[in-house]
Every structure is written in structure tokens, then in C-alpha cells.
């Protein structure tokens, strides 16, 4: 089983880390394991024209691309900030996530094409929000927005959300144990998601100007 493991947060040395860490080394002996950090990758953040113009590949997002191609299952992880992941990776959302590679809309009807189909994932969240707060008082956006806008409609699916506060004041400390607890079980059942058939998101890519000109956003 393939597995890589995306550190979505801009700083190093950071709790966020260190929990994908414990997720890694509890991982089966026999994963084969892909750690990326996307604080290490080159990459122009901002999807300059929308889809109305491709905007090639720098190399490490060509890597990445074929990191996620490769991959059976996803451990995606980031802090959360005003309610959303950190402007990087959601820079990477836009760059890496695009018509022809990730998915393809129909050209009769409001339907798609999930190319990124057969891979499972998991979400790892850290917050100053208490878990509890942000599903009842907030209806948890971030959680709903990764299964159903992000990669859900990509094709990933099983996708477990996992959420970690309260982290400030101390909070970090006082439930790291179970923090540790939650992400082994993780890792330990990744392997035995029910997953759809693997696509060959590289192999049958589609032509960015094709698939881009079914719809434009």
C-alpha cells in the first residue's frame, strides 16, 4: 500500500509535525511511505488565470502530482486558520487540483468526472477552536468543505476527518496522549478502507485546454 504524507503547514517544527510523525511510524511495516512538506516545494501559489489559461507544472508540483498518482491512500495535515487551511496549501489546492488531472466536468449537464477515484484519505486538523464548537456552533466548514468540495470531488473516498484542539494554553499537552491514541488507530485501519478501483490519473489525463473549455471558472 502506497501511502504519502502531505505537511500542509508553512512553518517547520511545529505540532502539527510532530503528530504526523506518530501517524507515519504507526503506519504497517509494509506501507510504502512518501512524506512531502509543503514548506520545501517551489511552486507560484496563485492560480493567475483561473482555467482560462494553463499554467504549467513548476518540477515539485510535477513530483507531487505524481506523489498523489502513485498513492493508495492520502494523510493530508494543517492548522487551521480563520476557519480554513493555511493560504499555501490552499494555494496548492488551486495549482495542483486542476481540469484534465483531477477531475473533468461533463459537457451536457452539471456532472463530473472524478479522476483522482480508488484513493482514500485522511485530514488532520489543528485548532484553537474546541472540536465540539466548531460542529455545533460553526457546523464544522472546514470538515464538510475537505469530503465533499476538496477531495471528495476529486474521487477520494473514504475520507475520515480528524480534528485536535484545543491546542493554545496548554491544551496541546494536556491531550497529546489521546491525540497519539487517535492517530495510531488511524493509521492502523488506513489499510483496510473500502476503496473504489485506482485511476491512473497520469496515464489517462485529459488535455488541460479540453477538459478547461467544458467549463471555465
Same mark, same amino acid.
Do not use: K, M
Given at each position: 500500500m502506497n501511502i504519502l504524507i502531505l505537511d500542509g503547514h508553512p512553518d517547520s517544527g511545529r505540532l502539527l509535525s510532530g503528530?504526523?510523525?506518530?501517524? !507515519? &511510524? $504507526?503506519?504497517? $511495516?509494509?506501507?510504502?511511505?512518501?512524506?512531502?512538506?509543503?514548506?520545501?516545494?517551489?511552486?507560484?501559489?496563485?492560480?493567475?488565470?483561473?482555467?482560462?489559461?494553463? &499554467?504549467?507544472?513548476?518540477?515539485?508540483? &510535477?513530483?507531487?502530482?505524481?506523489?498523489v498518482n502513485r498513492c493508495d491512500h492520502l494523510a493530508v495535515g494543517f492548522p487551521l486558520w480563520w476557519g480554513a487551511e493555511p493560504a499555501l496549501l490552499k494555494g496548492l489546492l488551486d495549482r495542483l487540483l486542476v481540469p484534465g488531472f483531477a477531475f473533468r466536468y461533463h459537457r451536457q449537464g452539471m456532472f463530473w468526472d472524478r479522476l483522482l477515484a480508488g484513493r482514500s484519505a485522511d485530514v488532520f486538523v489543528t485548532m484553537d477552536t474546541p472540536p465540539w464548537y466548531l460542529r455545533l456552533i460553526y457546523a464544522d466548514p472546514v470538515g464538510h468543505r475537505w469530503r465533499r468540495q476538496v477531495l471528495?470531488?476529486?474521487?477520494?473516498?473514504? =475520507?475520515? =476527518?480528524?480534528?485536535? !484542539?484545543?491546542?493554545?494554553?496548554? !491544551?496541546?499537552a494536556k491531550r497529546i496522549g489521546g491525540w497519539h491514541q487517535q492517530l495510531t488507530r488511524a493509521a492502523q485501519s488506513a489499510a483496510g478502507l473500502k476503496r473504489a478501483p485506482k485511476n491512473d490519473a497520469l496515464a489517462s489525463q485529459v488535455d488541460f485546454a479540453k477538459a478547461a473549455a467544458e467549463r471555465q471558472s
Open positions: 503528530l504526523l510523525d506518530h501517524y !507515519g &511510524q $504507526a503506519l504497517p $511495516a509494509d506501507a510504502i511511505i512518501e512524506r512531502i512538506n509543503i514548506r520545501d516545494l517551489s511552486f507560484a501559489s496563485n492560480l493567475l488565470h483561473g482555467y482560462t489559461h494553463e &499554467q504549467p507544472w513548476e518540477p515539485d508540483l &510535477q513530483n507531487l502530482a505524481a506523489a471528495g470531488f476529486c474521487g477520494f473516498a473514504p =475520507i475520515r =476527518i480528524h480534528r485536535f !484542539g484545543v491546542t493554545r494554553r496548554g !491544551g496541546a
